[in-house]
């Protein structure tokens, strides 16, 4: 593989392992209180945005090939990508509908309405399993990736 390819892999990798730790911390408010879940959400967005940046190219494709002859495992994954991404982006602006600390930070006031509230708590919930069969369905490319990059720096 060349080098180009190898670095915008362990990119995505490395981006992979950020964007799941930050998901893992923001999604304890309970360890962090809501001011603190609040504004580490606002700093997830970030690691978020350049998955997304990262695989745009897959994003871009991914429509064409959901129309072609490809294998079932692959048109699973293609709709659970886009499943995972709607319910995180639900999560998202539901979350700041419903903010309590970072929004009237900001001197912004909302009517925090209960459907939001219902929202938010659901889809919170659902992201848990559908990141855990996410992972698994991108499990040979990660522990294909962390066997190279291993072995790479078992030579150098």
Not at 113 to 120: G, T
Not at 129 to 140: C, K, M, S, T
Not at 147 to 155: P, T
């Amino acid at each position: 593989m060349s080098d180009w390819k190898q670095n915008i892999h362990k990119t995505r990798y490395v981006m992979g392992v950020l964007l799941l730790v930050s998901f893992m911390i923001v999604s304890a408010p309970q360890a962090t209180g809501v001011p603190g879940h609040e504004w580490l959400s606002v700093l997830f967005v970030v690691p978020f945005a350049v998955h997304v940046l990262l695989h745009w190219d897959w994003i871009k494709q991914s429509a064409k090939r959901f129309t072609e002859h490809i294998s079932a495992k692959e048109r699973i994954s293609l709709v659970w990508n886009y499943l995972l991404y709607l319910t995180m982006l639900l999560a998202t602006v539901s979350g700041f509908l419903v903010s309590v600390a970072l929004l009237p930070t900001l001197d912004i006031e909302l009517h925090i309405q209960d459907f939001w509230s219902k929202i938010h708590h659901d889809s919170a919930t659902l992201i848990m399993p559908i990141i855990g069969v996410h992972l698994a369905l991108h499990w040979r490319w990660i522990v294909n990736l962390t066997k190279r990059m291993c072995l790479k720096r078992a030579k150098a």
